[in-house]
Protein backbone atom coordinates (compact mmCIF):
# COMPACT_ATOMS: atom_id res chain seq x y z
CA UNK A 1 0.00 0.00 0.00
CA UNK A 2 1.38 3.83 -1.02
CA UNK A 3 2.53 5.55 2.14
CA UNK A 4 2.17 8.68 0.27
CA UNK A 5 -1.39 9.90 -1.30
CA UNK A 6 -1.44 11.11 -4.62
CA UNK A 7 -3.63 13.74 -3.60
CA UNK A 8 -0.93 15.39 -1.43
CA UNK A 9 1.13 15.72 -4.28
CA UNK A 10 -1.29 16.50 -7.32
CA UNK A 11 -1.25 20.05 -6.44
CA UNK A 12 1.74 20.62 -6.40
CA UNK A 13 2.58 18.80 -10.16
CA UNK A 14 -0.29 20.70 -11.03
CA UNK A 15 1.25 24.24 -10.35
CA UNK A 16 4.20 22.85 -12.74
CA UNK A 17 4.43 23.31 -16.67
CA UNK A 18 3.57 19.99 -17.41
CA UNK A 19 6.27 18.96 -19.18
CA UNK A 20 8.64 20.24 -16.35
CA UNK A 21 5.96 18.11 -13.58
CA UNK A 22 5.96 15.04 -16.32
CA UNK A 23 10.18 15.24 -15.95
CA UNK A 24 10.26 15.98 -12.25
CA UNK A 25 7.54 12.82 -12.05
CA UNK A 26 9.99 10.14 -14.34
CA UNK A 27 13.83 11.61 -12.13
CA UNK A 28 11.63 11.20 -8.97
CA UNK A 29 10.35 7.25 -10.01
CA UNK A 30 13.99 6.77 -11.41
CA UNK A 31 15.89 7.44 -8.42
CA UNK A 32 13.67 5.78 -5.96
CA UNK A 33 12.36 2.62 -8.20
CA UNK A 34 14.40 -0.69 -6.28
CA UNK A 35 14.85 1.38 -3.12
CA UNK A 36 12.98 1.67 -0.08
CA UNK A 37 11.62 5.16 -1.35
CA UNK A 38 9.64 3.25 -3.71
CA UNK A 39 7.07 2.32 -0.74
CA UNK A 40 5.63 6.10 -1.78
CA UNK A 41 3.91 5.12 -4.65
CA UNK A 42 4.16 0.96 -4.71
CA UNK A 43 0.72 -0.82 -4.54
CA UNK A 44 -0.09 -4.37 -4.07
CA UNK A 45 -1.13 -6.22 -7.77
CA UNK A 46 -4.31 -7.23 -8.01
CA UNK A 47 -4.30 -11.05 -9.04
CA UNK A 48 -6.73 -11.53 -12.28
CA UNK A 49 -4.27 -13.56 -14.68
CA UNK A 50 -5.95 -13.91 -18.27
CA UNK A 51 -4.23 -15.25 -21.35
CA UNK A 52 -4.08 -13.67 -24.37
CA UNK A 53 -2.07 -13.76 -27.29
CA UNK A 54 -0.08 -16.81 -26.03
CA UNK A 55 1.29 -14.36 -22.96
CA UNK A 56 -0.22 -14.86 -19.19
CA UNK A 57 -0.87 -10.86 -18.16
CA UNK A 58 -1.09 -11.40 -14.37
CA UNK A 59 -4.07 -8.50 -14.53
CA UNK A 60 -6.05 -7.02 -16.82
CA UNK A 61 -4.79 -3.11 -16.59
CA UNK A 62 -1.52 -2.33 -17.75
CA UNK A 63 0.76 1.12 -18.01
CA UNK A 64 0.09 3.04 -21.95
CA UNK A 65 3.07 3.83 -23.99
CA UNK A 66 3.60 7.32 -24.11
CA UNK A 67 4.49 8.10 -20.15
CA UNK A 68 8.15 6.38 -20.26
CA UNK A 69 9.58 7.42 -23.89
CA UNK A 70 12.84 6.14 -22.53
CA UNK A 71 12.64 2.89 -20.54
CA UNK A 72 13.76 4.55 -17.52
CA UNK A 73 11.12 3.34 -15.04
CA UNK A 74 10.21 0.25 -15.75
CA UNK A 75 10.24 -0.91 -12.17
CA UNK A 76 8.68 1.83 -10.65
CA UNK A 77 5.68 1.21 -12.92
CA UNK A 78 5.74 -1.93 -11.67
CA UNK A 79 5.61 -1.14 -8.11
CA UNK A 80 1.84 0.55 -8.90
CA UNK A 81 0.08 -2.70 -9.63
CA UNK A 82 0.27 -3.00 -13.20
CA UNK A 83 -0.61 -6.13 -14.87
CA UNK A 84 1.63 -4.67 -17.74
CA UNK A 85 4.20 -2.26 -18.63
CA UNK A 86 4.59 -0.27 -22.13
CA UNK A 87 7.46 1.81 -22.77
CA UNK A 88 8.44 3.98 -25.84
CA UNK A 89 7.38 4.87 -28.16
CA UNK A 90 11.31 4.66 -29.61
CA UNK A 91 12.65 5.43 -33.23
CA UNK A 92 16.23 4.13 -34.53
CA UNK A 93 18.08 7.51 -33.88
CA UNK A 94 17.43 9.85 -30.67
CA UNK A 95 15.38 13.19 -31.67
CA UNK A 96 14.08 15.98 -29.56
CA UNK A 97 10.49 15.99 -30.71
CA UNK A 98 8.70 19.09 -31.46
CA UNK A 99 9.43 22.61 -29.96
CA UNK A 100 8.13 23.49 -26.56
CA UNK A 101 5.71 24.08 -25.27
CA UNK A 102 4.39 21.09 -26.21
CA UNK A 103 2.12 19.57 -23.26
CA UNK A 104 -0.83 21.23 -21.99
CA UNK A 105 -3.55 20.30 -19.30
CA UNK A 106 -6.98 20.84 -19.57
CA UNK A 107 -8.11 20.19 -15.89
CA UNK A 108 -12.03 21.09 -15.99
CA UNK A 109 -12.22 18.25 -18.72
CA UNK A 110 -10.02 15.79 -16.86
CA UNK A 111 -7.63 15.85 -20.21
CA UNK A 112 -4.18 16.60 -21.87
CA UNK A 113 -3.12 17.90 -25.09
CA UNK A 114 0.48 16.63 -26.07
CA UNK A 115 2.47 17.52 -29.47
CA UNK A 116 5.74 16.14 -27.99
CA UNK A 117 6.60 14.07 -31.31
CA UNK A 118 8.08 10.93 -30.40
CA UNK A 119 11.20 12.73 -28.08
CA UNK A 120 13.16 9.87 -26.98
CA UNK A 121 17.25 8.94 -26.66
CA UNK A 122 17.18 6.78 -29.24
CA UNK A 123 17.21 2.55 -29.84
CA UNK A 124 20.55 2.27 -28.65
CA UNK A 125 19.54 4.13 -24.92
CA UNK A 126 16.13 2.57 -24.50
CA UNK A 127 17.98 -0.82 -24.99
CA UNK A 128 20.26 -0.51 -22.72
CA UNK A 129 17.61 0.84 -20.32
CA UNK A 130 15.28 -2.41 -20.57
CA UNK A 131 18.29 -4.29 -19.63
CA UNK A 132 18.47 -2.67 -16.09
CA UNK A 133 15.38 -3.54 -15.27
CA UNK A 134 14.91 -5.83 -12.53
CA UNK A 135 11.22 -7.12 -12.37
CA UNK A 136 10.88 -9.19 -15.26
CA UNK A 137 14.38 -10.99 -13.75
CA UNK A 138 13.50 -11.06 -10.54
CA UNK A 139 10.79 -13.27 -12.16
CA UNK A 140 7.85 -11.17 -11.51
CA UNK A 141 5.26 -12.03 -13.85
CA UNK A 142 4.82 -8.52 -15.53
CA UNK A 143 4.85 -8.28 -19.01
CA UNK A 144 6.60 -5.90 -20.87
CA UNK A 145 5.78 -3.96 -24.17
CA UNK A 146 7.82 -2.15 -26.15
CA UNK A 147 6.27 0.67 -28.69
CA UNK A 148 8.73 1.28 -31.92
CA UNK A 149 7.73 4.00 -34.30
CA UNK A 150 9.68 5.68 -37.17
CA UNK A 151 12.19 9.10 -36.53
CA UNK A 152 10.70 12.61 -37.88
CA UNK A 153 13.43 13.21 -40.38
CA UNK A 154 12.55 9.58 -42.16
CA UNK A 155 10.11 10.14 -44.95
CA UNK A 156 7.01 8.53 -44.65
CA UNK A 157 7.69 6.53 -47.93
CA UNK A 158 10.64 4.92 -46.51
CA UNK A 159 9.25 4.41 -42.86
CA UNK A 160 9.26 0.70 -43.11
CA UNK A 161 12.66 0.79 -42.37
CA UNK A 162 12.73 2.24 -39.10
CA UNK A 163 10.10 0.04 -37.87
CA UNK A 164 12.14 -3.09 -38.89
CA UNK A 165 15.19 -1.65 -37.30
CA UNK A 166 13.44 -0.89 -33.89
CA UNK A 167 11.76 -4.02 -33.98
CA UNK A 168 15.20 -6.44 -34.55
CA UNK A 169 16.00 -4.16 -31.68
CA UNK A 170 13.85 -4.50 -29.05
CA UNK A 171 12.41 -8.58 -30.30
CA UNK A 172 14.84 -10.24 -27.79
CA UNK A 173 13.87 -8.26 -24.47
CA UNK A 174 10.24 -7.70 -25.15
CA UNK A 175 7.05 -10.24 -24.34
CA UNK A 176 5.00 -8.49 -27.24
CA UNK A 177 5.96 -5.44 -29.76
CA UNK A 178 3.48 -2.18 -30.66
CA UNK A 179 3.58 -0.83 -34.04
CA UNK A 180 2.67 2.45 -33.48
CA UNK A 181 1.18 3.87 -36.41
CA UNK A 182 -1.52 6.42 -34.76
CA UNK A 183 0.84 9.36 -32.94
CA UNK A 184 -0.61 12.65 -34.48
CA UNK A 185 2.47 14.47 -33.84
CA UNK A 186 5.04 12.60 -36.56
CA UNK A 187 4.05 14.39 -39.94
CA UNK A 188 2.23 11.79 -41.96
CA UNK A 189 2.16 8.73 -39.32
CA UNK A 190 -1.18 8.27 -39.71
CA UNK A 191 -1.26 7.97 -43.56
CA UNK A 192 0.19 4.43 -42.47
CA UNK A 193 -3.24 3.66 -41.59
CA UNK A 194 -4.30 3.65 -45.25
CA UNK A 195 -5.10 0.55 -47.38
CA UNK A 196 -1.92 0.50 -49.19
CA UNK A 197 0.33 1.43 -46.95
CA UNK A 198 -0.71 -0.46 -44.06
CA UNK A 199 -0.65 -3.68 -45.86
CA UNK A 200 2.87 -2.94 -47.35
CA UNK A 201 4.05 -1.99 -43.73
CA UNK A 202 2.25 -5.15 -41.99
CA UNK A 203 4.03 -7.64 -44.79
CA UNK A 204 7.56 -6.07 -43.93
CA UNK A 205 6.87 -6.31 -40.23
CA UNK A 206 5.27 -9.93 -40.46
CA UNK A 207 8.29 -11.50 -42.64
CA UNK A 208 11.16 -9.94 -40.31
CA UNK A 209 9.35 -11.29 -37.35
CA UNK A 210 9.32 -14.95 -38.92
CA UNK A 211 13.06 -14.42 -39.51
CA UNK A 212 13.70 -12.88 -36.01
CA UNK A 213 11.78 -16.18 -34.33
CA UNK A 214 13.65 -18.13 -36.12
CA UNK A 215 16.69 -16.51 -35.08
CA UNK A 216 15.59 -16.11 -31.49
CA UNK A 217 13.97 -19.36 -30.77
CA UNK A 218 10.86 -17.33 -29.76
CA UNK A 219 8.14 -15.54 -31.86
CA UNK A 220 7.09 -12.38 -30.07
CA UNK A 221 3.65 -11.21 -30.56
CA UNK A 222 2.85 -8.03 -32.16
CA UNK A 223 0.42 -5.53 -31.68
CA UNK A 224 -0.71 -2.49 -33.96
CA UNK A 225 -1.75 0.93 -32.17
CA UNK A 226 -4.56 3.19 -34.08
CA UNK A 227 -6.52 5.99 -33.87
CA UNK A 228 -9.72 7.33 -32.60
CA UNK A 229 -10.59 8.95 -35.48
CA UNK A 230 -11.43 6.59 -37.77
CA UNK A 231 -14.82 6.04 -39.64
CA UNK A 232 -16.23 2.19 -40.21
CA UNK A 233 -14.94 1.60 -43.53
CA UNK A 234 -11.59 2.59 -42.03
CA UNK A 235 -11.89 0.32 -38.91
CA UNK A 236 -13.00 -2.60 -41.19
CA UNK A 237 -10.28 -2.47 -43.46
CA UNK A 238 -7.53 -1.99 -41.12
CA UNK A 239 -9.13 -5.09 -39.32
CA UNK A 240 -9.22 -7.28 -41.93
CA UNK A 241 -5.10 -6.01 -42.76
CA UNK A 242 -4.39 -7.02 -39.46
CA UNK A 243 -5.81 -10.87 -39.52
CA UNK A 244 -4.44 -11.27 -43.29
CA UNK A 245 -0.80 -10.70 -42.07
CA UNK A 246 -1.36 -12.71 -38.90
CA UNK A 247 -0.88 -9.31 -36.20
CA UNK A 248 -1.30 -10.98 -32.68
CA UNK A 249 -4.16 -7.80 -31.56
CA UNK A 250 -4.37 -4.07 -31.77
CA UNK A 251 -4.33 -0.99 -29.32
CA UNK A 252 -7.61 0.79 -29.59
CA UNK A 253 -6.81 4.05 -29.15
CA UNK A 254 -4.16 6.35 -29.72
CA UNK A 255 -5.17 10.48 -28.73
CA UNK A 256 -7.51 11.80 -30.74
CA UNK A 257 -7.40 15.24 -33.03
CA UNK A 258 -10.95 15.80 -32.34
CA UNK A 259 -11.52 18.76 -30.27
CA UNK A 260 -15.67 18.95 -29.76
CA UNK A 261 -15.91 17.35 -26.37
CA UNK A 262 -13.55 20.25 -25.24
CA UNK A 263 -14.68 23.43 -27.20
CA UNK A 264 -14.00 26.66 -25.28
CA UNK A 265 -11.52 25.52 -22.76
CA UNK A 266 -8.10 26.95 -22.43
CA UNK A 267 -5.56 25.40 -24.62
CA UNK A 268 -9.01 23.77 -26.30
CA UNK A 269 -7.07 24.77 -29.70
CA UNK A 270 -3.76 23.73 -28.93
CA UNK A 271 -2.46 21.43 -31.75
CA UNK A 272 -1.60 17.72 -30.88
CA UNK A 273 -3.52 14.74 -29.39
CA UNK A 274 -6.29 15.21 -26.80
CA UNK A 275 -6.35 12.60 -24.14
CA UNK A 276 -7.99 11.80 -21.06
CA UNK A 277 -11.96 11.62 -20.29
CA UNK A 278 -12.81 12.83 -23.90
CA UNK A 279 -11.65 10.49 -25.98
CA UNK A 280 -13.80 7.19 -23.98
CA UNK A 281 -16.56 7.30 -25.99
CA UNK A 282 -14.63 7.62 -29.40
CA UNK A 283 -11.85 4.95 -28.02
CA UNK A 284 -14.91 2.59 -26.75
CA UNK A 285 -17.00 3.30 -30.56
CA UNK A 286 -13.64 1.76 -32.48
CA UNK A 287 -13.38 -0.85 -29.76
CA UNK A 288 -16.71 -1.98 -30.15
CA UNK A 289 -16.46 -2.29 -34.07
CA UNK A 290 -13.37 -3.79 -33.81
CA UNK A 291 -14.61 -6.70 -31.54
CA UNK A 292 -17.64 -6.93 -34.23
CA UNK A 293 -15.24 -7.06 -37.18
CA UNK A 294 -11.98 -9.39 -35.41
CA UNK A 295 -14.44 -11.60 -33.73
CA UNK A 296 -14.62 -12.95 -30.56
CA UNK A 297 -11.06 -14.27 -29.96
CA UNK A 298 -8.97 -11.57 -31.36
CA UNK A 299 -6.98 -9.90 -28.66
CA UNK A 300 -8.10 -6.22 -28.09
CA UNK A 301 -6.25 -3.49 -25.21
CA UNK A 302 -8.66 -0.57 -25.11
CA UNK A 303 -7.31 3.01 -24.17
CA UNK A 304 -8.30 6.02 -23.98
CA UNK A 305 -10.27 8.39 -20.98
CA UNK A 306 -9.92 5.46 -18.18
CA UNK A 307 -10.19 7.85 -15.23
CA UNK A 308 -12.57 5.63 -12.84
CA UNK A 309 -12.96 1.40 -12.22
CA UNK A 310 -16.58 2.10 -14.05
CA UNK A 311 -14.59 3.63 -17.51
CA UNK A 312 -12.15 0.64 -17.36
CA UNK A 313 -15.23 -1.48 -16.80
CA UNK A 314 -16.48 0.13 -20.20
CA UNK A 315 -13.74 -0.54 -21.94
CA UNK A 316 -14.38 -4.48 -21.07
CA UNK A 317 -18.16 -4.26 -22.20
CA UNK A 318 -17.21 -2.65 -25.28
CA UNK A 319 -14.98 -5.67 -25.69
CA UNK A 320 -11.50 -5.05 -25.08
CA UNK A 321 -9.37 -7.98 -23.28
CA UNK A 322 -7.26 -5.86 -21.19
CA UNK A 323 -7.28 -1.77 -20.72
CA UNK A 324 -4.52 0.73 -20.33
CA UNK A 325 -3.94 4.09 -19.22
CA UNK A 326 -1.86 7.48 -19.26
CA UNK A 327 -4.01 10.48 -18.68
CA UNK A 328 -5.96 8.57 -15.84
CA UNK A 329 -2.76 8.09 -14.08
CA UNK A 330 -2.04 11.82 -14.20
CA UNK A 331 -5.25 12.84 -12.88
CA UNK A 332 -6.16 10.20 -10.38
CA UNK A 333 -2.57 8.92 -9.73
CA UNK A 334 -1.48 5.25 -8.60
CA UNK A 335 -4.52 4.19 -6.70
CA UNK A 336 -6.73 3.81 -10.14
CA UNK A 337 -4.53 0.95 -11.30
CA UNK A 338 -5.96 -1.13 -8.29
CA UNK A 339 -9.41 0.39 -8.57
CA UNK A 340 -9.53 -0.25 -12.39
CA UNK A 341 -8.18 -4.07 -11.74
CA UNK A 342 -10.12 -4.72 -8.91
CA UNK A 343 -13.22 -4.10 -10.90
CA UNK A 344 -12.51 -5.63 -13.84
CA UNK A 345 -11.87 -8.50 -11.86
CA UNK A 346 -15.29 -8.20 -9.98
CA UNK A 347 -17.03 -7.82 -13.57
CA UNK A 348 -20.28 -10.48 -14.33
CA UNK A 349 -18.98 -12.40 -17.86
Known amino acids: MSLLPYAFARPILFNMDPEKAHELTMDLLARGQRTPLQWAWCHQTVNDPVRLAGLNFPNRVGMAAGLDKNA ?24 PGNPKPRMFRLPAAHALINRLGFNNEGLDAFIRNVKLSQTRAQGK ?10 NAA ?23 VTVNISSPNTKNLRALQSDEALDALL ?11 RAHGRRVPIFVKIAPDLDEAQVRLIAATLQRHGMDGVIATNTTIGRDA ?19 EASNRVIQQLRADLGSSYPIIGVGGILSAADAVSKIRAGADVVQIYTGLIYKGPELVGQAAQAIKGMQR
Open 262 to 280: VKGLPHADETGGLSGAPVL
Open 72 to 95: RVIDGLAAMGFGFVEVGTVTPKAQ
Open 203 to 213: SAVAEHRETLA
Open 141 to 150: PMLLGLNIGK
Open 154 to 176: TPIEDATSDYLICLEGVYPHADY
